[in-house]
């Protein structure tokens, strides 16, 4: 039923100067084959250029989905061809290992945002930075956090992310979702059990297609949204390649970032991932780290901080391996 047929070899760089590191080199061509639909499986693209940490090696499959009937054709696909499935949204949360992923990935690019009144239909590929600052700007409260976390609303959804007391969880009204047979569900907010950093859709799999967010009209929202992105400029190395924080925070009084701070190791690396110096729960990509150096990095600051404080670490992103979350 697929009109595989391969189109052309593309000849361009997949190595973008700047954004990835340069270990990469120049790489060849990726396959492309298209469908019906018109979406594109490209093969062998190197997942590093989808990850706000420039590491990771190449994924089997890949393909940028813009629209659920193109979400339902790609699974489609990968059931039929047996493939294990990664949906990614801005991979600011994603530490793909140097062996890449041997499945298909889907970049969500469902990128739509319908305003009526305050409430807000965003697609999942929709920038939740911009979503913040929008709601903010209206002087709508609630996702005022948002603004400087380099997520998708899919990607955010599914981490449950936050900042400065408050989560995505506090605003969401409602979820679209396609689950990997193709079922698409309608989940309202009270049927979703969220906690810190949790979302029920880490034990689910599918896509988040949409979400939809109620605010409420609160006069200092764009006030308290510029103080917190003044904030994160501050207090976060933002020019550095990172993937935000690394571990949960072990309480709400206890900050891991304090921990790994107090037990010396700011500014400690392996290779080319190093402990930031200005935040102490981001591990910065100096330009050529592999995964293996920044989970060796993690390991050696769990084992310090347990050894000092007795606090077990435990890490808040998601680890993909070859053969999905590790
Ligand atoms: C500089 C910086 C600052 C940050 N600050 C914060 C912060 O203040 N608070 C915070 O909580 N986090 C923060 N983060 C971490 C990160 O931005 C969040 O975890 C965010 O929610 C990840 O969104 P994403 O779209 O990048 O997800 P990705 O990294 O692309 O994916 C993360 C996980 O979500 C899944 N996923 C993504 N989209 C979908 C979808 N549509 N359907 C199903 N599954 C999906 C992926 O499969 C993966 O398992 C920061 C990161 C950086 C680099």
Same mark, same amino acid.
């Given at each position: 039923?697929?009109? /595989?047929?391969?189109?052309? @070899?593309?000849? !361009?760089?997949?190595?973008?100067?700047?954004?990835?590191?340069?270990?990469?080199?120049?790489?060849?061509?990726?396959? =492309?084959?298209?469908?019906?639909?018109?979406?594109?499986?490209?093969?062998? *693209?190197?997942?590093?250029?989808?990850?706000?940490?420039?590491?990771?090696?190449?994924?089997?499959?890949?393909?940028?989905i813009?629209?659920?009937?193109?979400?339902?054709?790609? $699974?489609?696909?990968?059931?039929?061809?047996?493939?294990? !499935?990664?949906?990614l949204?801005?991979?600011?949360?994603?530490?793909?290992?140097?062996?890449? $992923?041997?499945?298909? @990935?889907?970049?969500?690019?469902?990128? $739509? /945002?319908?305003?009526n #009144?305050?409430?807000?239909?965003?697609?999942?590929? +929709?920038?939740?930075?911009?979503?913040?600052?929008?709601?903010a700007?209206?002087?709508?409260?609630?996702?005022?956090?948002?603004s400087?976390?380099?997520?998708?609303?899919?990607?955010?959804?599914?981490?449950?992310a936050?900042?400065?007391?408050?989560?995505?969880?506090?605003?969401? +009204?409602?979820?679209?979702?396609?689950?990997?047979? #193709?079922s698409?569900? &309608?989940?309202c *907010?009270?049927?979703?059990?969220?906690?810190y950093? +949790?979302?029920?859709f880490?034990?689910?799999?599918?896509?988040?297609?949409?979400?939809?967010? @109620?605010?409420? %009209?609160?006069?200092?929202?764009?006030?308290? &949204?510029?103080?917190?992105?003044?904030?994160?400029?501050?207090?976060? %190395?933002l020019?550095?390649?990172?993937?935000? /924080?690394?571990?949960?925070?072990p #309480?709400?009084?206890i900050?891991? #970032?304090?921990?790994i701070?107090?037990?010396?190791?700011?500014?400690?690396?392996?290779?080319?991932?190093?402990?930031?110096?200005?935040?102490?729960?981001?591990?910065?990509?100096?330009?050529?780290?592999?995964?293996?150096? !920044?989970?060796?990095?993690?390991?050696?600051?769990?084992?310090? =901080?347990y050894?000092?404080?007795? =606090? *077990?670490?435990?890490?808040?992103? *998601?680890?993909?391996?070859?053969?999905?979350?590790?």
């Open positions: 039923m697929y009109d /595989c047929k391969i189109l052309y @070899v593309l000849q !361009v760089p997949l190595f973008t100067p700047g954004l990835h590191p340069p270990y990469h080199e120049t790489h060849k061509s990726a396959i =492309v084959h298209t469908t019906h639909m018109g979406l594109l499986w490209q093969s062998n *693209r190197y997942l590093s250029e989808f990850s706000t940490f420039g590491i990771g090696g190449k994924a089997r499959y890949f393909a940028e813009t629209s659920p009937l193109e979400m339902e054709e790609a $699974f489609s696909f990968a059931r039929e061809q047996g493939l294990e !499935v990664l949906i949204g801005k991979g600011s949360n994603c530490l793909f290992s140097d062996e890449g $992923f041997d499945g298909l @990935v889907l970049l969500n690019r469902i990128d $739509f /945002c319908y305003w #009144g305050n409430v807000a239909e965003v697609g999942a590929g +929709y920038s939740f930075s911009l979503l913040g600052i929008q709601s700007r209206k002087g709508l409260s609630g996702l005022e956090f948002a400087g976390i380099p997520a998708s609303v899919g990607g955010a959804v599914f981490m449950n936050g900042a400065n007391g408050k989560e995505t969880a506090g605003a969401l +009204y409602s979820v679209l979702y396609l689950d990997l047979r #193709g698409l569900h &309608q989940f *907010r009270e049927e979703l059990l969220f906690s950093r +949790y979302s029920p880490q034990q689910m799999q599918g896509a988040i297609l949409s979400a939809s967010f @109620v605010f409420e %009209p609160s006069s200092s929202a764009r006030f308290k &949204q510029l103080e917190i992105i003044d904030r994160r400029i501050k207090t976060q %190395p020019k550095e390649l990172s993937i935000g /924080c690394i571990f949960r925070n #309480g709400p009084e900050s891991a #970032g304090m921990l701070d107090r037990c010396g190791l700011k500014g400690c690396s392996i290779g080319d991932a190093a402990i930031s110096e200005i935040h102490a729960n981001f591990i910065i990509n100096l330009g050529r780290a592999r995964a293996k150096q !920044v989970q060796d990095l993690i390991e050696k600051i769990q084992q310090t =901080v050894d000092k404080t007795g =606090v *077990r670490l435990e890490p808040e992103i *998601r680890m993909i391996g070859k053969h999905g979350s590790i």
